[in-house]
Protein backbone atom coordinates (compact mmCIF):
# COMPACT_ATOMS: atom_id res chain seq x y z
CA UNK A 1 0.00 0.00 0.00
CA UNK A 2 1.33 3.19 -1.07
CA UNK A 3 1.31 5.97 1.99
CA UNK A 4 0.96 9.54 1.20
CA UNK A 5 3.30 12.48 3.27
CA UNK A 6 0.62 14.00 6.09
CA UNK A 7 2.73 17.04 5.81
CA UNK A 8 0.93 18.86 3.43
CA UNK A 9 -1.95 18.53 5.42
CA UNK A 10 -0.85 19.39 8.12
CA UNK A 11 0.74 22.89 6.52
CA UNK A 12 -2.69 23.07 5.21
CA UNK A 13 -4.62 22.62 8.33
CA UNK A 14 -2.09 25.59 10.46
CA UNK A 15 -2.29 27.74 8.18
CA UNK A 16 -6.34 27.57 7.86
CA UNK A 17 -5.86 27.90 11.52
CA UNK A 18 -4.35 31.43 11.42
CA UNK A 19 -6.64 32.47 9.03
CA UNK A 20 -9.66 31.95 11.47
CA UNK A 21 -8.07 32.96 14.51
CA UNK A 22 -7.01 36.04 12.79
CA UNK A 23 -10.81 36.63 11.77
CA UNK A 24 -11.94 36.27 15.38
CA UNK A 25 -9.50 38.80 16.50
CA UNK A 26 -9.96 41.60 13.50
CA UNK A 27 -10.15 45.27 14.94
CA UNK A 28 -14.40 45.77 15.89
CA UNK A 29 -16.16 49.41 16.06
CA UNK A 30 -15.87 49.45 19.74
CA UNK A 31 -17.77 52.24 21.91
CA UNK A 32 -15.48 54.57 23.71
CA UNK A 33 -15.77 56.95 26.70
CA UNK A 34 -14.14 59.95 24.92
CA UNK A 35 -13.09 61.33 28.12
CA UNK A 36 -10.89 58.04 28.35
CA UNK A 37 -7.28 58.37 27.02
CA UNK A 38 -5.50 54.98 26.97
CA UNK A 39 -1.48 55.70 27.74
CA UNK A 40 1.45 53.46 27.72
CA UNK A 41 3.96 53.24 30.49
CA UNK A 42 7.61 52.46 29.66
CA UNK A 43 7.19 48.78 31.07
CA UNK A 44 4.86 48.40 28.01
CA UNK A 45 1.88 48.09 30.81
CA UNK A 46 -1.65 49.49 29.99
CA UNK A 47 -3.74 52.45 31.96
CA UNK A 48 -6.69 54.50 31.35
CA UNK A 49 -7.03 57.84 32.18
CA UNK A 50 -10.57 58.47 33.70
CA UNK A 51 -11.65 62.01 34.25
CA UNK A 52 -14.73 63.83 35.76
CA UNK A 53 -15.92 67.40 37.06
CA UNK A 54 -17.20 67.49 40.15
CA UNK A 55 -19.25 70.72 40.84
CA UNK A 56 -18.11 71.37 44.59
CA UNK A 57 -20.53 74.22 45.24
CA UNK A 58 -23.32 76.11 43.17
CA UNK A 59 -25.11 79.29 44.37
CA UNK A 60 -27.23 81.95 42.47
CA UNK A 61 -28.04 85.36 43.17
CA UNK A 62 -30.66 88.21 42.11
CA UNK A 63 -33.76 89.93 42.58
CA UNK A 64 -36.85 90.38 40.93
CA UNK A 65 -35.92 91.02 37.76
CA UNK A 66 -33.05 90.67 35.57
CA UNK A 67 -29.46 90.38 36.82
CA UNK A 68 -25.88 89.38 34.94
CA UNK A 69 -22.81 89.07 35.83
CA UNK A 70 -19.75 90.19 33.56
CA UNK A 71 -16.83 89.16 35.44
CA UNK A 72 -15.38 87.62 38.22
CA UNK A 73 -11.93 87.63 40.33
CA UNK A 74 -10.33 85.52 43.42
CA UNK A 75 -8.49 87.83 46.08
CA UNK A 76 -5.26 86.95 47.76
CA UNK A 77 -7.48 85.80 50.88
CA UNK A 78 -9.69 83.20 48.38
CA UNK A 79 -13.00 85.13 48.28
CA UNK A 80 -14.58 86.35 45.16
CA UNK A 81 -16.10 89.54 43.78
CA UNK A 82 -18.63 89.65 40.70
CA UNK A 83 -19.23 92.66 38.72
CA UNK A 84 -22.20 92.98 36.02
CA UNK A 85 -25.45 94.67 36.65
CA UNK A 86 -29.15 94.54 38.01
CA UNK A 87 -32.41 95.67 37.16
CA UNK A 88 -34.03 94.21 40.42
CA UNK A 89 -32.95 97.45 42.36
CA UNK A 90 -35.34 99.62 40.75
CA UNK A 91 -33.40 100.73 37.87
CA UNK A 92 -30.27 99.45 36.02
CA UNK A 93 -27.61 99.80 37.96
CA UNK A 94 -23.83 98.65 38.14
CA UNK A 95 -23.72 95.59 40.42
CA UNK A 96 -21.23 94.31 42.90
CA UNK A 97 -21.27 91.04 44.65
CA UNK A 98 -18.70 89.63 47.80
CA UNK A 99 -18.35 86.15 48.21
CA UNK A 100 -16.44 83.86 51.06
CA UNK A 101 -14.88 81.08 49.35
CA UNK A 102 -17.55 79.45 49.21
CA UNK A 103 -19.83 81.40 47.87
CA UNK A 104 -22.04 82.92 50.41
CA UNK A 105 -22.42 86.23 49.89
CA UNK A 106 -20.63 88.27 52.05
CA UNK A 107 -21.71 91.96 50.68
CA UNK A 108 -23.20 93.03 47.62
CA UNK A 109 -23.15 97.38 46.80
CA UNK A 110 -24.54 99.10 43.80
CA UNK A 111 -23.55 102.07 41.73
CA UNK A 112 -25.27 103.98 39.49
CA UNK A 113 -28.21 106.77 39.64
CA UNK A 114 -31.78 106.71 37.71
CA UNK A 115 -30.70 105.59 34.28
CA UNK A 116 -29.18 102.97 32.73
CA UNK A 117 -25.57 102.57 34.68
CA UNK A 118 -23.66 98.60 33.77
CA UNK A 119 -20.58 97.11 35.01
CA UNK A 120 -17.88 95.17 33.15
CA UNK A 121 -14.77 94.15 34.16
CA UNK A 122 -13.28 94.22 37.73
CA UNK A 123 -9.77 93.61 38.91
CA UNK A 124 -7.47 93.35 41.92
CA UNK A 125 -5.66 96.40 43.03
CA UNK A 126 -1.86 95.45 43.89
CA UNK A 127 -3.05 98.06 47.32
CA UNK A 128 -5.76 95.79 47.90
CA UNK A 129 -9.35 96.10 47.38
CA UNK A 130 -10.57 96.37 43.91
CA UNK A 131 -11.08 98.16 40.47
CA UNK A 132 -14.28 97.72 37.60
CA UNK A 133 -14.66 99.44 34.24
CA UNK A 134 -18.25 100.57 33.77
CA UNK A 135 -20.43 102.52 31.15
CA UNK A 136 -22.41 105.36 33.39
CA UNK A 137 -25.19 107.66 32.27
CA UNK A 138 -23.86 110.86 33.05
CA UNK A 139 -27.32 112.62 34.10
CA UNK A 140 -26.42 115.69 34.85
CA UNK A 141 -25.40 116.78 31.50
CA UNK A 142 -28.07 118.91 28.73
CA UNK A 143 -28.80 115.31 27.73
CA UNK A 144 -28.32 111.79 28.93
CA UNK A 145 -25.09 110.57 27.22
CA UNK A 146 -23.02 107.78 28.52
CA UNK A 147 -19.14 107.73 30.65
CA UNK A 148 -16.34 105.62 31.09
CA UNK A 149 -16.56 105.49 35.06
CA UNK A 150 -13.67 103.61 36.86
CA UNK A 151 -14.89 102.56 40.28
CA UNK A 152 -12.37 101.80 43.24
CA UNK A 153 -13.96 99.69 45.85
CA UNK A 154 -12.77 98.34 49.27
CA UNK A 155 -12.08 95.04 50.64
CA UNK A 156 -15.67 95.09 52.21
CA UNK A 157 -17.55 96.31 49.10
CA UNK A 158 -17.29 100.19 50.41
CA UNK A 159 -16.87 102.69 47.32
CA UNK A 160 -13.49 104.78 48.03
CA UNK A 161 -13.89 106.89 44.73
CA UNK A 162 -15.54 106.95 41.11
CA UNK A 163 -14.15 108.90 38.26
CA UNK A 164 -15.81 109.32 35.20
CA UNK A 165 -13.88 110.01 31.36
CA UNK A 166 -15.69 111.30 28.56
CA UNK A 167 -13.95 111.10 24.54
CA UNK A 168 -12.28 113.78 22.61
CA UNK A 169 -15.24 114.34 20.76
CA UNK A 170 -17.36 114.61 23.44
CA UNK A 171 -17.50 118.65 24.61
CA UNK A 172 -19.78 120.90 26.37
CA UNK A 173 -22.10 121.50 23.65
CA UNK A 174 -21.58 117.98 21.82
CA UNK A 175 -22.64 114.60 23.78
CA UNK A 176 -21.77 111.72 21.99
CA UNK A 177 -21.33 109.07 24.53
CA UNK A 178 -18.62 106.59 25.45
CA UNK A 179 -18.51 103.14 26.57
CA UNK A 180 -16.36 101.53 29.62
CA UNK A 181 -15.23 98.03 28.92
CA UNK A 182 -11.81 96.99 30.64
CA UNK A 183 -9.69 97.38 32.69
CA UNK A 184 -5.48 96.16 33.28
CA UNK A 185 -3.10 97.42 36.51
CA UNK A 186 0.36 98.56 35.68
CA UNK A 187 3.22 97.39 37.33
CA UNK A 188 3.72 100.71 38.92
CA UNK A 189 -0.04 101.01 39.73
CA UNK A 190 -2.07 103.09 37.51
CA UNK A 191 -4.15 101.90 35.15
CA UNK A 192 -5.04 101.21 31.94
CA UNK A 193 -8.57 101.21 30.45
CA UNK A 194 -9.90 100.06 27.03
CA UNK A 195 -13.36 101.28 25.43
CA UNK A 196 -15.60 103.17 22.82
CA UNK A 197 -15.85 106.82 21.99
CA UNK A 198 -17.95 107.82 19.64
CA UNK A 199 -17.32 110.06 16.94
CA UNK A 200 -19.54 113.26 15.93
CA UNK A 201 -20.12 111.27 12.99
CA UNK A 202 -22.27 108.97 14.34
CA UNK A 203 -19.24 106.24 14.18
CA UNK A 204 -16.75 105.01 16.86
CA UNK A 205 -13.29 104.30 17.56
CA UNK A 206 -11.50 102.07 20.18
CA UNK A 207 -10.67 104.31 22.96
CA UNK A 208 -7.25 103.49 25.62
CA UNK A 209 -6.45 105.49 28.44
CA UNK A 210 -4.44 105.37 30.77
CA UNK A 211 -5.28 106.99 34.57
CA UNK A 212 -3.21 107.11 37.61
CA UNK A 213 -4.00 105.35 40.87
CA UNK A 214 -6.16 107.70 42.48
CA UNK A 215 -8.06 108.23 38.61
CA UNK A 216 -6.55 111.57 37.00
CA UNK A 217 -6.12 110.97 33.63
CA UNK A 218 -2.49 110.62 32.21
CA UNK A 219 -3.26 109.78 28.13
CA UNK A 220 -5.55 108.83 25.88
CA UNK A 221 -5.81 107.38 22.56
CA UNK A 222 -8.15 106.82 19.75
CA UNK A 223 -7.83 104.13 17.18
CA UNK A 224 -9.57 103.83 13.86
CA UNK A 225 -9.75 101.68 11.01
CA UNK A 226 -13.15 101.64 9.33
CA UNK A 227 -16.63 102.98 10.39
CA UNK A 228 -17.07 101.14 13.55
CA UNK A 229 -14.31 100.25 15.56
CA UNK A 230 -14.58 98.90 19.35
CA UNK A 231 -13.33 97.18 22.12
CA UNK A 232 -16.56 96.19 22.92
CA UNK A 233 -15.69 92.78 26.00
CA UNK A 234 -14.46 92.76 29.22
CA UNK A 235 -10.55 91.28 29.36
CA UNK A 236 -9.70 92.78 26.04
CA UNK A 237 -6.92 94.77 27.23
CA UNK A 238 -3.29 93.94 28.79
CA UNK A 239 -0.36 95.49 29.82
CA UNK A 240 2.60 93.70 27.98
CA UNK A 241 5.18 91.78 29.66
CA UNK A 242 8.11 93.49 27.86
CA UNK A 243 6.14 97.27 28.17
CA UNK A 244 3.60 98.53 26.36
CA UNK A 245 -0.06 97.55 25.97
CA UNK A 246 -2.58 95.37 23.89
CA UNK A 247 -6.22 96.03 22.98
CA UNK A 248 -8.51 93.80 21.01
CA UNK A 249 -11.42 94.85 18.98
CA UNK A 250 -13.36 94.49 16.09
CA UNK A 251 -13.67 96.69 13.34
CA UNK A 252 -16.18 96.57 10.17
CA UNK A 253 -18.11 98.98 8.15
CA UNK A 254 -20.79 97.84 5.36
CA UNK A 255 -18.93 96.69 2.54
CA UNK A 256 -16.49 95.28 4.71
CA UNK A 257 -16.18 91.97 7.25
CA UNK A 258 -16.61 92.10 11.18
CA UNK A 259 -13.21 91.01 11.83
CA UNK A 260 -10.88 90.82 14.71
CA UNK A 261 -8.46 93.28 15.89
CA UNK A 262 -5.27 93.38 17.73
CA UNK A 263 -3.46 96.71 18.47
CA UNK A 264 -0.43 97.02 20.25
CA UNK A 265 1.16 99.98 21.89
CA UNK A 266 4.23 101.21 23.36
CA UNK A 267 3.97 102.33 26.89
CA UNK A 268 2.47 105.28 25.66
CA UNK A 269 -0.47 104.13 23.51
CA UNK A 270 1.53 104.84 20.36
CA UNK A 271 1.11 102.30 17.94
CA UNK A 272 3.73 99.29 16.71
CA UNK A 273 1.36 97.33 14.87
CA UNK A 274 -2.30 95.82 14.27
CA UNK A 275 -3.38 92.86 12.80
CA UNK A 276 -6.71 91.84 11.68
CA UNK A 277 -8.20 88.31 11.26
CA UNK A 278 -11.37 87.00 9.58
CA UNK A 279 -12.31 86.66 6.30
CA UNK A 280 -13.60 89.10 3.62
CA UNK A 281 -17.66 88.56 4.22
CA UNK A 282 -18.09 87.07 7.48
CA UNK A 283 -18.74 87.65 11.27
CA UNK A 284 -16.59 87.41 13.75
CA UNK A 285 -16.54 89.07 17.12
CA UNK A 286 -13.90 88.68 19.49
CA UNK A 287 -14.38 88.23 23.54
CA UNK A 288 -11.48 88.11 25.47
CA UNK A 289 -7.17 88.61 25.19
CA UNK A 290 -4.17 87.42 27.34
CA UNK A 291 -0.14 87.36 26.76
CA UNK A 292 0.77 83.77 27.27
CA UNK A 293 3.93 83.18 29.30
CA UNK A 294 5.76 81.67 26.54
CA UNK A 295 5.67 85.06 24.44
CA UNK A 296 2.51 86.28 21.74
CA UNK A 297 -1.12 86.06 22.59
CA UNK A 298 -4.04 84.33 22.23
CA UNK A 299 -7.36 85.73 21.25
CA UNK A 300 -11.01 83.72 22.13
CA UNK A 301 -13.71 85.13 19.38
CA UNK A 302 -17.12 83.90 18.25
CA UNK A 303 -17.15 83.30 14.45
CA UNK A 304 -20.02 82.67 11.83
CA UNK A 305 -17.45 81.91 9.02
CA UNK A 306 -15.55 79.35 10.10
CA UNK A 307 -16.31 76.09 11.83
CA UNK A 308 -19.33 73.45 11.72
CA UNK A 309 -22.16 75.34 11.99
CA UNK A 310 -24.65 78.48 13.42
CA UNK A 311 -21.89 80.29 15.39
CA UNK A 312 -18.72 78.29 16.99
CA UNK A 313 -16.03 79.49 19.84
CA UNK A 314 -12.66 80.18 17.58
CA UNK A 315 -9.43 80.44 19.39
CA UNK A 316 -6.47 82.66 17.57
CA UNK A 317 -2.57 82.20 18.56
CA UNK A 318 -0.38 84.50 17.93
CA UNK A 319 3.35 85.13 17.39
CA UNK A 320 5.12 88.77 19.46
CA UNK A 321 4.26 90.55 16.74
CA UNK A 322 0.62 89.65 15.60
CA UNK A 323 1.42 87.19 13.33
CA UNK A 324 -1.24 83.96 13.75
CA UNK A 325 0.47 80.72 13.90
CA UNK A 326 -2.77 78.83 14.53
CA UNK A 327 -6.15 79.33 15.03
CA UNK A 328 -8.75 76.37 15.61
CA UNK A 329 -12.87 76.48 15.99
CA UNK A 330 -14.58 74.72 18.77
CA UNK A 331 -18.29 73.36 18.66
CA UNK A 332 -21.28 72.17 16.41
CA UNK A 333 -23.96 72.55 14.10
CA UNK A 334 -26.05 74.75 16.62
CA UNK A 335 -24.91 77.63 18.45
CA UNK A 336 -21.85 77.59 20.46
CA UNK A 337 -19.86 80.29 22.17
CA UNK A 338 -16.79 81.17 24.23
CA UNK A 339 -16.22 83.78 26.21
CA UNK A 340 -13.18 84.36 27.96
CA UNK A 341 -10.15 82.10 27.78
CA UNK A 342 -7.37 81.68 30.51
CA UNK A 343 -3.59 79.62 30.10
CA UNK A 344 -2.96 77.06 32.41
CA UNK A 345 0.78 76.53 34.00
CA UNK A 346 1.52 74.03 31.66
CA UNK A 347 1.14 76.31 29.11
CA UNK A 348 -2.33 74.31 27.67
CA UNK A 349 -5.77 77.03 27.38
CA UNK A 350 -8.69 76.51 28.99
CA UNK A 351 -11.94 78.87 28.30
CA UNK A 352 -15.97 78.85 29.19
CA UNK A 353 -18.88 79.65 27.20
CA UNK A 354 -21.78 78.20 26.20
CA UNK A 355 -23.44 75.26 24.36
CA UNK A 356 -26.27 74.55 22.12
CA UNK A 357 -24.69 71.54 20.56
CA UNK A 358 -23.49 69.54 23.58
CA UNK A 359 -26.09 70.15 25.90
CA UNK A 360 -28.58 67.92 27.29
CA UNK A 361 -31.82 69.39 26.96
CA UNK A 362 -31.59 71.95 24.21
CA UNK A 363 -31.55 75.51 25.59
CA UNK A 364 -27.74 75.70 26.44
CA UNK A 365 -25.52 74.60 28.67
CA UNK A 366 -22.36 76.38 30.66
CA UNK A 367 -19.55 75.32 28.42
CA UNK A 368 -15.77 74.21 29.81
CA UNK A 369 -13.21 73.41 26.93
CA UNK A 370 -9.54 72.55 27.60
CA UNK A 371 -7.32 72.35 24.41
CA UNK A 372 -3.86 71.76 24.10
CA UNK A 373 -1.27 74.55 23.42
CA UNK A 374 -1.39 73.46 20.02
CA UNK A 375 -5.16 73.99 19.72
CA UNK A 376 -5.75 70.28 19.87
CA UNK A 377 -9.04 69.54 21.85
CA UNK A 378 -8.86 67.74 25.10
CA UNK A 379 -11.45 67.69 27.20
CA UNK A 380 -14.68 69.57 27.57
CA UNK A 381 -17.70 69.45 29.64
CA UNK A 382 -21.05 70.83 30.14
CA UNK A 383 -23.04 72.25 33.15
CA UNK A 384 -26.72 72.97 33.48
CA UNK A 385 -30.42 72.15 33.33
CA UNK A 386 -33.22 72.23 31.14
CA UNK A 387 -33.76 75.73 31.36
CA UNK A 388 -30.97 77.84 29.78
CA UNK A 389 -27.79 77.97 30.94
CA UNK A 390 -24.55 79.74 29.95
CA UNK A 391 -20.86 80.66 31.46
CA UNK A 392 -18.86 83.94 30.88
CA UNK A 393 -15.88 84.59 33.26
CA UNK A 394 -13.93 82.45 35.78
CA UNK A 395 -11.10 82.26 37.53
CA UNK A 396 -8.21 79.11 37.65
CA UNK A 397 -7.14 78.26 40.97
CA UNK A 398 -4.79 75.93 40.53
CA UNK A 399 -4.84 71.74 41.12
CA UNK A 400 -7.54 71.51 37.93
CA UNK A 401 -9.92 74.03 39.61
CA UNK A 402 -12.22 76.60 38.58
CA UNK A 403 -14.54 79.31 40.08
CA UNK A 404 -17.08 79.86 37.01
CA UNK A 405 -19.63 83.10 36.49
CA UNK A 406 -22.67 82.32 34.16
CA UNK A 407 -26.46 82.93 33.93
CA UNK A 408 -29.12 80.36 34.70
CA UNK A 409 -32.97 79.79 34.23
CA UNK A 410 -35.60 78.42 36.20
CA UNK A 411 -38.94 77.29 35.52
CA UNK A 412 -41.96 79.58 35.48
CA UNK A 413 -39.05 82.33 36.49
CA UNK A 414 -38.97 85.32 33.14
CA UNK A 415 -35.51 86.48 33.91
CA UNK A 416 -31.73 85.01 34.06
CA UNK A 417 -30.53 84.75 37.57
CA UNK A 418 -26.48 85.09 38.82
CA UNK A 419 -24.65 82.00 38.70
CA UNK A 420 -21.19 80.82 40.69
CA UNK A 421 -20.14 78.16 40.88
CA UNK A 422 -16.94 75.75 41.98
CA UNK A 423 -15.39 72.84 39.53
CA UNK A 424 -12.71 70.55 40.16
CA UNK A 425 -11.48 67.74 37.37
CA UNK A 426 -10.87 64.63 38.89
CA UNK A 427 -8.50 62.13 37.18
CA UNK A 428 -8.18 58.33 37.96
CA UNK A 429 -5.63 56.43 36.54
CA UNK A 430 -6.79 52.58 36.06
CA UNK A 431 -4.29 49.98 35.93
CA UNK A 432 -5.21 47.32 33.34
CA UNK A 433 -2.14 45.28 33.47
CA UNK A 434 0.79 45.87 35.33
CA UNK A 435 3.44 43.59 33.59
CA UNK A 436 1.59 42.48 30.38
CA UNK A 437 1.07 44.81 27.42
CA UNK A 438 -2.00 44.50 25.47
CA UNK A 439 0.28 43.75 22.35
CA UNK A 440 1.50 40.59 24.28
CA UNK A 441 -1.66 39.73 25.59
CA UNK A 442 -3.26 39.37 21.71
CA UNK A 443 -0.66 37.51 20.46
CA UNK A 444 -0.51 35.19 23.06
CA UNK A 445 -3.92 34.76 22.66
CA UNK A 446 -3.77 34.74 19.16
CA UNK A 447 -1.07 31.40 19.02
CA UNK A 448 -3.11 29.99 21.62
CA UNK A 449 -6.19 29.57 19.78
CA UNK A 450 -4.01 28.74 16.39
CA UNK A 451 -2.54 25.98 18.10
CA UNK A 452 -6.42 24.51 20.05
CA UNK A 453 -7.64 25.14 16.07
CA UNK A 454 -4.51 23.02 14.48
CA UNK A 455 -4.65 20.25 17.19
CA UNK A 456 -8.72 19.90 17.09
CA UNK A 457 -8.37 19.59 13.10
CA UNK A 458 -5.41 16.76 13.42
CA UNK A 459 -7.74 14.53 15.54
CA UNK A 460 -10.45 14.96 12.74
CA UNK A 461 -7.68 13.61 10.29
CA UNK A 462 -6.58 10.97 12.19
CA UNK A 463 -10.40 9.49 13.19
CA UNK A 464 -11.20 9.81 9.56
CA UNK A 465 -8.37 7.56 8.03
CA UNK A 466 -8.87 5.25 10.72
Same mark, same amino acid.
Request: contains cysteine; negative net charge; aromatic residues 10%.
Given at each position: ?T?????????????LS???A???????N #?P???????? &??V????????????V??N???????YD?????????? =??Y?I?????SS????????????? *????WN???G??????????????? *? =???IA????????? !???T?F???????????I???? $??G %????????? *????R??? /??????F?????T????G??????? #??T???TK?W?RV?HN?DI? #???? %????V?C???????????YN??? &?ND @??L?R??????????R????A? +?Y /?? %??????????G $??I?????S?GA??????V???????N?????????I???Q?F??????????T?? =????N $???????????? !?I??????L??Y?????? =???? +???V???????? @?????????VAFS?I????? #???T?????? %??V???? !????H? $?????????G?????K??R?
Open positions: MTQSSHPKLVSVFVLVISLIYLPV #RVKLQDQIV &SNLGSETIEETEMLLWKTFGGEYTGESIIRSTT =GKVSGWTNGDLDIFLIGLSSD *GTQEQTIDAEEDKGFQIITCDS *G =GYASTYTNITAT !RNNDMVSRIADDGTIWNKC $FV %PEQTGGNYT *GDLGSIA /QCSNGDVLGGVITTSKSDIWML #RIANGDEYWD #RCFS %PHCIQNNGGFAILGYTSTQ &S @VWITNSNGLPMWNTYGDT +G /QR %PESLIECSNG $FVIANTQFGDADAWIRTDLFGQTWNQTYGGELDGQILEMTNNELFV =GSTH $FDQEGQGDAWIV !RAENGTHWNTIGDAY =GNSA +GSFYEGNDTFT @VLGATNSIGKWVFKL #RLNTIITLT %PSSSEA !RINYF $FLLSGLISIALIILKKR
